[in-house]
């Protein structure tokens, strides 16, 4: 079966700079969910920002599907949540916000309205549809980007940081919903407990490339990995810290 995501010798970086992170072979199963983890600057929104195609790669080549995507392609099957909620909230209000993505794609008439009603409920914001979306707290700003994003029902997502600035009740519901999302999707944290509730397998980047892939389990206990890249074991797996062999720094 094809991936629902394939790079192959994948480069990204921003236009006039140093590569970002190089040499990604990443290859997401259909319905797979993978975290990845790095430190601040290591590459995480890079990587979004070139598989979305706001950016153009490197070098490399991205797939979808087994579909090769022509460089800096935006297309409808990748749905990004960008790092900052500000940066894809445009409309007068929510509900016109959440409707701009499924009416671009061609939707109209009841099945449009159904679709927003859906992601709003979805994402707790039925209240709120006719708030202008400046005037929303970061939280639900954050939740009204992500209602975007369920409304075009994209093939892959794309998560920059999904939990940020929400409250426990809010961060526990997107897990919930997350969880039950069929799509293949990547989701980029430093919320590791959330990672290792919802990510079977964790990336890590760091110093330009990926430096352990593997199960979430053995890559977040790995205490000598993690510390090496900036990470800490999260709580819940410090009791059972143990050495694991999917440092792939440390192979051959
Ligand atoms: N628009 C830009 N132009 C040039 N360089 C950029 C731009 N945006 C980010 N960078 C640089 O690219 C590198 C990777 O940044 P990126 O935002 O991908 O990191 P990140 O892993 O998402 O970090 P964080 O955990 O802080 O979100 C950093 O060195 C950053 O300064
Ligand atoms: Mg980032």
Redesign the pocket.
């Known amino acids: 079966m094809s991936a629902a995501l394939d790079t192959s010798g994948l480069s990204v ?2 236009p006039g ?1 140093a590569p ?1 992170l190089t040499g990604l072979a990443l290859r997401l199963a259909p319905g797979e969910r993978i975290g990845l983890v ?10 979004f ?1 070139t598989l979305a195609g706001l950016i153009p790669p490197l070098a490399g080549q991205i797939s979808v599907m087994g579909d090769l995507l022509p460089p800096a392609t935006i297309s409808a099957r990748i749905g990004v949540l960008l ?1 900052q909620s500000e940066d894809q909230l445009f409309c007068p209000t929510l509900a016109e916000d959440v409707r701009f993505g499924p009416q671009n794609q061609g939707l109209r008439g009841d099945a449009l309205e159904a679709r927003v009603t859906r992601a709003l409920a979805q994402c707790d914001l039925s209240h709120l549809s006719d708030r202008p979306v400046h005037h929303l707290s970061g939280g639900e700003k954050r939740r009204a980007a992500i209602a975007g994003l369920l409304a075009m029902q994209p093939e892959i997502l794309l998560l ?2 999904p939990s940020a600035a929400l409250d426990l009740r809010s961060r526990r519901a997107l897990m919930g919903l997350l969880a039950r999302m069929p799509q293949a999707m990547v989701i ?1 944290s ?1 919320d590791l407990e959330m990672l290792l509730d919802l990510c079977p397998r964790i990336l890590l ?1 760091d110093a330009g490339r990926v430096q352990a892939d593997g199960p979430a389990q053995d890559v977040l206990s790995d205490a000598a990995v993690m510390q090496r890249h900036g990470q800490e074991v999260p709580a819940s797996l410090r009791a059972t810290g143990r050495a694991s062999p999917v440092a792939i720094g440390q192979r051959g």
Request: net charge negative; charged share 15%; no cysteine.
């Open positions: 970086g921003w700079h970002v790095g430190p601040n600057g290591a590459g995480k929104s890079t990587l920002a790092q920059d940081e980029a430093h980047v």
